[in-house]
């Protein structure tokens, strides 16, 4: 029997859906490639109806991140967003991409073209924050609260990045592992700390895509790629406006992104001195984000941070 979602689908789609199977690489929602009748495909999230908002946080992300990518970047389209039966989905363009992600490897003339690729992809991101930083916003964060992941991301506005930061990025990730019995020492001291240390940087209000790890990129699989186009798509964003190395950071905290992509962004719009250190600073967010949805040795790493920044 087929799944409601799945009839809702055709309904919605005017057509019919000849196979559905699952497809893996999240650990948020179930996902699907769905071929249809006609001889399209579509990528599909389901989960729980209560978390139809995380789907629609998403979806506006998507839309955000499109619109300021211009056709430089590949970003999915999203085509509905809603609640069927008992389960809530997302329906995306689907994407055709190389096996792998942002880390995926080549040898010989493959490699050299996965370079340029990644390489145009750093520009062309550095590119979209440009954009986005001269296109006037109300500050630091988004029109509504979204997720990271599948935790809650407040995005209240801001005109202080220091602050935001420090009350909107960290300090609801520490109550959250306070909330489950886990008191970082130094925190205190840490929060009290960032808002000054970052103000002094000059941060500009940019889209940032906010979870851009190397399994939220991937190349364009041959013959997908667009004229005018890096062939390099980015999804899965937790979008706000924030200071634009947040991305660049989170770039290489697990890895994933090859130095050509980092050297194409700095071509185009290199980061001011003392970027590494910030980049230490916005790393502990996603550390305690990791830490309060998988724990193990994420809570170690995460303290280890915070006593290196306050030492």
Sequence with gaps: MREAWVRWLEETLGEEVERCRPVGGGCSHSAWA?????????????NQARLLPVLEAEMEGLLALGEAAAAELVVPRPLH?????????????WLDLNPGGAGSGAAGAAADESDLAWEAAGAALARLHRRSASSGSQGFG????????????????SQDWGRFFAEQRLGPQLKFAESSGRRLKGSRKLLEF??????GHG???????????????????PGSIAPGSAGVALF??????????????????FGGFPPAFFSGYEGEWPRPAGHSRRRR?????HLLNHANLFGGG??????????????
């Design 34 to 46: 769905l071929e249809l009748a006609g001889g399209g495909r579509v990528f599909v999230k389901t």
């Design 236 to 253: 899965d964003p937790a979008v706000y406006r924030g200071d634009r190395e947040v991305d660049l950071a989170m770039a290489q905290l």
């Design 142 to 157: 988004w029109p509504r609260d979204n997720y990271i992941g599948s935790t809650p991301q407040p995005n209240r506005w």
């Design 81 to 93: 967003c809603a609640l069927a039966g008992s389960q809530s989905l997302l329906v995306i363009d």
């Design 194 to 199: 960032t808002p000054q240390w970052l103000n």
């Design 298 to 311: 994420y809570w170690g790493q995460a303290q280890a941070l915070i006593d290196e920044l306050v030492a």
């Design 281 to 285: 600073l916005y790393d502990l967010y």
């Design 203 to 221: 941060a500009v209000p940019c889209l940032v895509h906010g979870d851009l790890w190397g399994g939220n990129a991937a190349r364009m699989a």
